[in-house]
């Protein structure tokens, strides 16, 4: 009987199949309906409840061979297509992905998709259909435009073969630019299929054909062996060719994402690329530059002129150049650099385009290489031999470079514009804010005394670490609690790895889960609860028992409703709903702190600031909706683990995130990957381009500033960015007997230091639990202190190194852990948050747990409560 055969349902109750044992021809069906089965050589039978036949039929090649049903799509003419293995005793040429080599890349090919366009079945489209069988080719055949161009999106075809000889049903170049509109048709091959033309007709142009958006034309011909000749030509030549393009998009990808700033020219120095690094270094947007030829250097400056000389006349002979020199940026300003010049061979060994790679040029000794012109490299790729030279005036900016270290052995002046052309890489510069204090410093040194300049040497130290606002926090032998706490969350790990994996698998979709309730169906016991979710002293355990351990969902509902986050995304209450489901079922339930309890306990106090009246008048919408999403999602698919432990277990996420923020980063990129997904919890889908862009920046943003490293970075600049000046402004007005509100209003309401409040915020609200009342700040205390407990368990299981060796369950002292966290992290942050936002009660409440943790610690009590009295 052979396997299964290509089964297609419509919903109009219609069941055809193509079961290619018994039929020569494709497009044999079998109708089945109302209990009658009947067999007919023609299109498809329809019950009563059909009115058309389906628009899409589908497919696939009896080498991908399996006897279940492969794959489930529904089409725009409103049928199911289940795809089935079918058998033919058609003689076919076995196709399999294979592996294509594009310079140093491999990437594999999978086998091609072809879509024919045929309004009704004739000897040509069985021909093409066929003629993929016998090529290994996979096979969609639609009706109408409307359903190839949905069929196309869905599928991605590599060949689209439209039937171009009978105007009657549709006209093939509307429907060839109809898909041409698709961005996904930009490496698609269209063939136009035409009518023979009489001896005595002239052969009509093919130009309407090519501006319609056709690759070829195929004059009619329904032999299979035509078919299959013209699909296999096509296969060598276009698709190969397009494959090759379309994976070339990944090598651009890495340019956008490359640190480095890239540049690519023509033979002639006319400037065909940047990368968005080469942008941001050089001050200019790209579309300053491309398609234009660097400007003409200034005939003073003979030593650019030499250097410039020097250069060309090494990548013109097709060697490599690189050294150091000083460029200027659009604004003027100067950076020292470090480039190099690649050409890039072409067709006939001839130079096609040159690359240039830039990246700031760190000088810690003051210097700047210098090298003669008698001292350039020689035609080999020998080292360069350099001469490190003072500058002779910092304050003037005197310091010229004649020529850095280069792979040329003579250089004769270029008399052409290619000789100019180089100037505008070697003219400018970017020149940070710590680099201008430091030239200043420098600049001042020059004229100091000795003690003065001695001093300056040491903050220049200083000012050259790449720790400017993480204090030295110096170890206490007597106090190990605080050791490992600070340790623990302040740094990445030990980087010692071992042959254990701490990776995530937990992959919940949308199907699998329950539709939640409604807000208006929501339980009237834990409606009460919600009631009083804008109160501080909210009770977010009792809601977490109330529903059974998912809290999130009821309290998002609840507080994204009050914000109008819905009306703000353009999207309906039922995809909020499926939204908030799918990121609290990626919370993992089996934690005892970082679960989807934690998450809507950081989402209570995220909104609770928001209604501060500060803080309401310092963020616009925007910035509200981004504060609760990033709430909502900071902590999900969280391990229970931190993320010292994964980067010495050599996790899979601390290999991907490079062992630098590796959760935070995990966090950010899982919650927009479950977001877009699925459009039935899809937040994102309705809203514009660029206001998308600009919520994810600031939700990322605040979902990486709850990582601890840089949690003194956040504090000190929120400190001296608002708290300071704001009370400074406090304190002049009040001096002066009068108000400077919008003097105020002008420091929070900058785009810098609203980024620095939402980050403060997220970062308070992450860590309030010592704010709490005491029997939640207690709670919250065990809780964290199991996760450590568990963590530390694991860690001597597997003999990996121990991350925090005082957090034992047998050994530790909850009351000192909590005494060092809140002296070292708490404290300070939140007093710097209560100054701005105005919160007494939070900090009474903080006050009220020290003292708390204090009495137990003296009692040298080690538990979360006073032993019972005797």
């Known amino acids: 009987m052979g396997c299964a055969p290509s089964i297609h349902v419509s919903q109009s109750g219609v069941i055809y199949c193509r079961d290619s044992d018994e039929s020569n021809s494709p497009h044999q069906t079998t109708t089945i309906s109302q209990g009658t089965a009947a067999t007919l050589h023609g299109l498809f039978i329809k019950t009563d409840a059909a009115d058309s036949i389906p628009s899409v039929i589908a497919y696939q090649s009896r080498h991908t061979r399996t006897n279940s049903h492969r794959d489930r799509r529904e089409n725009s003419g409103g049928h199911i297509c289940i795809e089935a293995e079918t058998q033919t005793s058609h003689s076919s040429v076995k196709v399999s992905s294979t592996e294509e080599c594009i310079g140093p890349m491999r990437v594999t090919q999978e086998p091609i998709q072809v879509l024919l366009v045929f309004a009704k079945e004739d000897s040509q489209s069985d021909a093409f259909w066929w003629a993929c069988d016998r090529a290994g080719f996979r096979c969609n055949i ?8 949905e069929c196309f999106l869905d599928k991605h075809h590599e060949i689209i073969i439209i039937d171009g000889r009978h105007s009657r049903y549709f ?43 056709f690759s070829r034309r195929f004059v009619e011909n329904s032999t299979v062996s035509a078919c299959y000749n013209e699909l296999i030509q096509i296969e060598h030549g276009e698709v190969r060719s397009q494959f090759k393009l379309r994976a070339c998009n990944s090598v651009f990808t890495a340019l956008e ?39 003409e250097l200034p005939k003073s400056d003979k030593n650019r002129a030499d250097l410039l000389d020097t250069i060309n006349t090494c990548i013109k002979k097709g060697k490599e150049w690189q050294g150091i020199y000083y460029a200027r940026r659009k604004c003027g300003d100067s950076i020292q650099q470090h480039v190099k010049i690649t050409p890039v061979i072409g067709q006939g060994g001839k130079i096609r385009h040159f690359v240039s790679i830039k990246r700031p040029h760190s000088d810690n000794n003051k210097q700047v290489h210098k090298i003669s012109r008698d001292e350039r490299y020689s035609g080999d790729n020998s080292q360069s031999e350099c001469q490190s030279l003072r500058h002779k005036d910092r304050r003037k900016e005197s310091v010229d470079v004649r020529s850095i270290s280069s792979r040329s052995s003579d250089a004769p002046s270029l008399q052409n514009r290619r000789y100019s052309s180089m100037a ?33 040497d040491r903050v220049l130290e200083i000012l050259r670490t790449t720790e400017l606002y993480s204090p030295q926090l110096a170890s206490k032998e007597d106090d190990p609690h605080t050791n490992d706490l600070v340790g623990g969350l302040m740094s990445d790990g030990l980087r010692k790895l071992s042959g254990n994996e701490y990776v995530f698998s937990k992959n919940i979709s949308q199907g699998q889960l329950t539709m939640p309730v409604t807000l208006n169906d929501v339980p009237p016991s834990i409606a009460e609860m919600l009631d009083g979710e804008d109160h501080w002293e909210f009770n977010i355990l009792e809601l977490e028992a109330a529903t059974h351990k998912r809290p999130l969902t009821y309290l998002g509902l609840k507080i994204f409703a009050r914000f109008g986050v819905c009306e703000f995304l353009n999207c309906t209450e039922a995809v909020l709903r499926s ?22 306990d950081v989402l209570h106090a995220t909104a609770y600031f928001l209604r501060k009246e500060r803080v309401k008048g310092s963020l616009d919408q925007q910035d509200e909706v981004a504060a609760l999403i990033a709430a909502t999602v900071h902590d999900v698919d969280h391990p229970g683990r931190t993320n010292s432990f994964l980067c010495n277990a050599g996790s899979e996420l601390a290999i991907l995130y490079n062992d630098t923020a590796v959760l935070e980063s995990h966090h950010a990129a899982l919650a927009f990957q479950l977001t877009v997904r699925d459009s039935k919890c899809n937040i994102f889908k309705n809203m514009e381009r660029t206001q998308f862009r600009t919520l994810r920046q600031s939700i990322i943003d605040m979902v990486l500033a709850t990582e601890m490293t840089r949690h003194f970075e956040h504090v ?11 009370a400074a402004m406090e304190e002049c007005s009040s001096n ?59 860690e001597k299981r597997q003999g990996m190194p121990v991350v925090m060796p005082v957090f034992d369950r047998n050994t530790c002292s909850i009351p000192k852990s909590q005494i060092s966290f809140i002296e070292y992290f708490i404290t300070d942050m939140f007093d710097a948050w209560d100054a701005f936002a105005s919160l007494p009660g939070l900090m009474e409440h903080l006050s009220e747990n020290y003292k708390y943790w204090k009495s137990l610690d003296e009692m040298k009590c080690k538990s979360l409560r006073p032993p019972p009295p005797p």
């Open 579 to 600: 939204w908030l489901q799918v990121i609290e079922a990626n919370y993992h339930a089996s934690n005892s702190y970082h679960n989807s309890t934690h998450a809507a």
């Open 142 to 149: 639609a009706r109408t435009p409307e359903s190839a161009v």
């Open 716 to 726: 000190n600049k929120f400190v001296n960015s608002i708290n300071k000046p704001m």
């Open 424 to 456: 505008r890489i070697h003219s400018m510069t970017i020149e940070a804010p710590i680099t201008k204090v430091i030239n200043i410093i420098n600049a001042a040194q020059e004229s100091s005394p000795v003690t003065v300049a001695e001093a300056l």
């Open 171 to 213: 006209e093939a170049e509307p429907v060839c630019r109809l898909i041409r509109a698709t961005k996904s048709s930009e490496h698609a091959i269209i063939l136009a299929v035409v009518p023979h033309m009489p001896q005595d007709q002239e052969e009509p142009s093919v130009l309407p054909l090519l501006n319609a958006g």
């Open 736 to 794: 002066s007997e009068g108000s400077d509100c919008e003097g105020q209003a002008s420091i929070r309401n900058s785009p810098e230091n609203r980024l620095l409040i939402k980050r403060m915020m997220i970062k308070c609200a992450d860590v309030a639990n010592p704010c709490r009342t005491l029997e939640l700040c207690i709670e919250w205390a065990g809780r964290i202190s199991e996760e450590y407990f568990a963590q530390t368990d694991e």
């Open 257 to 295: 994402h490359c640190q480095e700033a890239v540049e690519i020219t023509s033979e002639d120095h006319v400037i065909q690329y940047v990368n968005p690094a080469f942008e941001k270094m050089m001050g200019y947007h790209k579309g300053e530059l491309i398609g234009k030829e660097l400007t």
